[in-house]
């Protein structure tokens, strides 16, 4: 008499939507764990979005706060990263719902895709008035911020001025209040009224140059942990 042996157990499988903070902290936390993960991102990069706000104000270029997911994850076999969008999920029959009509199945599903802006019911003030939240959002700031700029120095008439370097912020947080910063401290030189005399001034520009590293530098260290 001859007993079946039974056949190699199915790993766990783990689908991870969204490749943010969350997203990746669960996959390095999940690192020696018996399951199977699929990372799902509608992008191919990790963002750094604490400095967004300096590639916005032009300090930072994108690939500084920017990492391919793939890179950061190159050592983790157990985990297949995929360029997609997530439409729906079927909860009944435990599947992932692909923009392409393809699915993915899992026994444990983890959805940290991250918030947007909202703008109380008017989406129709979006064009006006972009969020912060992506690297496009931010080379969409960038680029009216530096034509506002340059349309202000060839500008002689006070009072069109004055409304070309008017920047309405809505939202008091760490990213409002760094990107009125910057964009105040960009404003010298272009008939700002930011003008200050003598150590003041040097002091201004030398914590700002301090800053604009240190940016540099967190945004390093966090990839270097990531990966």
């Not at 008499?1 to 766990?12: A, L, R, S």
């Not at 399951?35 to 509608?42: A, Y």
């Not at 009125?180 to 700002?192: C, W």
Request: hydrophobic share 40%; net charge positive.
């Amino acid at each position: 008499m001859t007993t079946e042996q039974p056949g190699p157990t199915k790993p766990h499988r783990v689908v991870i939507v969204g490749a943010g903070f969350g997203g990746l902290e669960a996959t390095f936390r999940l690192a020696g764990a018996p399951v199977q993960i699929t990372l799902v991102d509608r992008r191919n990069h990790h963002l750094f979005q604490p400095l967004l706000y300096q590639v916005a104000t032009a300090s930072l270029a994108t690939s500084e706060i920017a990492w391919p997911i793939r890179y950061l994850l190159r050592d983790r076999p157990e985990v297949t990263t995929l360029f997609a969008t997530v439409t729906g999920v079927d909860a009944q029959g435990k599947r992932v719902l692909l923009d392409d009509g393809d699915a993915l199945s899992y026994d444990t599903l983890v959805l940290a895709t991250g918030v947007r802006h909202a703008y109380f019911g008017h989406d129709e003030w979006e064009p006006f008035a972009p969020g912060l939240k992506t690297l496009e959002d931010a080379t969409t700031l960038r680029r009216r911020i530096l034509v506002a700029f340059e349309r202000a120095e060839r500008e002689n008439d006070p009072q069109r001025r004055a409304a070309l370097l008017t920047f309405v912020i809505v939202g008091a947080g760490p990213t409002g209040v760094e990107l009125a910063g910057t964009i105040a401290e960009s404003r010298v030189g272009t008939g700002g009224h930011r003008m200050q005399r003598g150590p003041r001034c040097l002091r201004r520009q030398t914590a700002r140059h301090h800053d604009h590293h240190l940016g540099r530098r967190r945004a390093r260290l966090a990839c270097r942990r990531m990966a």
